[in-house]
């Protein structure tokens, strides 16, 4: 998403006035300019040294809150002291590197303009031309979230939303404008400017770090669904019966008379656009199994005609827990029989993020499903995976297909009591359940198997390459050769420029200890052990 600056004549007034206070200050600096010295930024003396690793300054939103008060792995109270340790490792001294939080787009927009004309000023008085080129603004635009957005955490990135407007000043400037006039002076100045997750409309940045968008977390976890059922061996006779919830925030919980938070909340319009763009990421890896007949939906919400504009047929108010518990009722209702409760058979569940698939793991265990994700491959067990997490034996898997043909159904069986017990009993299997976010209190549910897979940002690769890309820029190094880097157009931007970009981390049991225990973004502990 951009953020969008809707009067270019605020901009040009703003950089007016900040290079006439430059100027202004410069005429009363005469004596620091004569000494020979170059103070850097941050204090550092630079004495002409083109090596150095200049200075940064971090502006971050204040971390998110989810509607279930449980906290995500992507938070940026993590993300910031991450980068600074990758600043330090890189040659910046610590005390060249500043960080600010902002409750919300408006605050950030004034921290982000203070501090450039104040360190133009100061700049100004010492009459340097080279302090600036050594200093990089790191900024996270505080793009409104709705619930069902936090959700997924505070990186991901969010659609453009056209008709989105931000609280006006005094003046007349929103704080879009604000923001994309205080970075262009910056940039005007011979500052550097890196964006994370969101852009800034008319802002080209010197580099963009790309987060996870909601296209791609879709993707994603449609992905992970079809590898663990193993859609491409499924047959006509023996589809596989998946359920999506998508999760969306209901219009009332943006309406300011319903929402207790003082926090800004998105407009309706992006919320249902980050919906609309999971659902389609998603369906694009989905739909040719429903259109092959090797998949299909239970509650029939799903089929080979569905289009990405039917999103909203699978869309549950995400923020309401009893709402998402009510919805997988009336998508697999059971019915009583005379042996006990059959089941409606469901194979696997895309819930999108951690907070809904929280919600349809206990309302799974309510209807009465049993088992776990393990149960889909035998040769796994529980046991096994614990056994792999803990360092007790490598973890084995061994493909097991389905039979080409589905068992005899109830119909078919007529009175065959042992039949009807026998399809309930694989009617009633757990299925696959797939989220986003990495929450600390569902790793539990990880390594049981009830969830099958979650995701997260790869923090920890994504600070270490804004670090190196920060100094780099400082010492004007190129970037064109790092792994990490492709050239391409961002939202907002003019023109192509450096983007920073790794793929999201898919975790379930079977690699839970590589890729969050060993690195250290959970302790066994949190994941139960």
Not at 186 to 203: E, K, W
Not at 223 to 245: F, G, M, R, W, Y
Not at 271 to 299: C, H, I, N
Not at 494 to 520: C, M
Request: charged share 25%; hydrophobic share 40%; with cysteine.
């Amino acid at each position: 998403m951009a953020l969008r600056s809707s009067n270019t004549a605020a901009r040009l007034i703003a950089m007016a006035a900040g290079f006439a206070m430059l100027a202004s200050c410069a005429a009363c600096g005469g004596q620091d300019a004569a000494s020979g010295t170059t103070a850097a930024p941050g204090g550092n003396t630079a004495a002409g040294t083109t090596a150095s690793a200049g200075s940064a300054v971090i502006f971050t939103p204040s971390d998110g809150i989810t509607i279930s008060q449980s906290t995500p792995l992507n938070k940026w109270a993590k993300l910031v002291p991450e980068i600074t340790d990758g600043l330090v490792a890189n040659g910046m001294a610590k005390k060249s590197i500043e960080t600010k939080t902002s409750s919300d787009l408006d605050d950030q927009s004034r921290d982000v303009q203070d501090w450039v004309v104040d360190h133009m000023a100061a700049e100004g008085q010492s009459d340097s031309q080279n302090d600036e080129k050594r200093t990089t603004l790191i900024v996270a635009p505080a793009v409104p979230a709705g619930a069902a957005t936090r959700q997924y955490g505070d990186y991901v990135t969010q659609p453009q939303d056209d008709d989105d407007t931000a609280e006006g000043t005094d003046d007349g400037t929103d704080a879009y404008t604000r923001l994309a006039s205080a970075l262009s002076l910056a940039q005007d100045s011979g500052m550097h400017v890196i964006l994370l997750a969101n852009g800034v409309d008319g802002v080209t940045p010197d580099a963009f770090a790309r987060f996870s968008t909601a296209e791609q977390i879709g993707r994603i976890e449609a992905q992970k669904l079809v590898t663990k059922l193993d859609l491409a061996k499924a047959s006509k006779d023996n589809p596989k019966a998946i359920e999506v919830l998508i999760p969306y925030t209901a219009t009332a919980s943006n309406d300011s008379d319903d929402n207790d938070s003082d926090e800004e909340v998105a407009s309706p319009a992006r919320d249902d656009a980050f919906s609309r763009e999971a659902f389609a990421g998603m369906w694009k890896v989905l739909q040719p199994y429903f259109t092959q007949g090797k998949a299909y939906s239970p509650s029939g919400t799903l089929s080979k005609t569905t289009t990405d504009d039917d999103w909203r047929d699978v869309a549950v108010d995400g923020s309401d827990r009893k709402t998402i518990a009510a919805e997988v009722d009336r998508r697999l209702p059971t019915r009583k029989t005379s042996d006990g409760t059959a089941h409606m058979r469901v194979d696997g569940v895309i819930a999108m993020n951690d907070y809904v698939a929280s919600v349809v793991t206990e309302e799974l265990g309510a209807l009465g499903y049993t088992g776990s994700a393990a149960d889909v491959n035998p040769q796994i067990t529980i046991s096994g995976i614990v056994d792999n997490i803990t360092g007790k034996k490598d973890l084995q898997r061994g493909s097991v297909p389905d039979p080409a043909k589905a068992p005899e159904t109830a119909d078919d069986a007529q009175d065959d009591a042992a039949a009807v017990s026998g399809v309930d009993e694989i009617n009633s299997r757990w299925p696959i359940v797939t989220g986003f976010g990495a929450y600390v209190d569902t790793m539990p549910q990880i390594v049981n198997g009830k969830q099958w897979m979650t995701g997260l940002e790869n923090r920890m690769a994504l600070a270490s390459d804004i670090a190196e890309v920060t100094v780099r820029l400082n010492r004007g190094e190129s970037l064109t050769k790092l792994s990490y880097i492709t050239k391409a157009k961002v939202d907002g931007a003019a023109k192509r420029t450096n983007v920073i970009e790794e793929e999201p981390l898919a975790v379930s049991a079977s690699n839970l200890k590589a890729a969050l225990i060993d690195p250290g973004y959970i302790t066994m502990a949190d994941a139960g052990l």
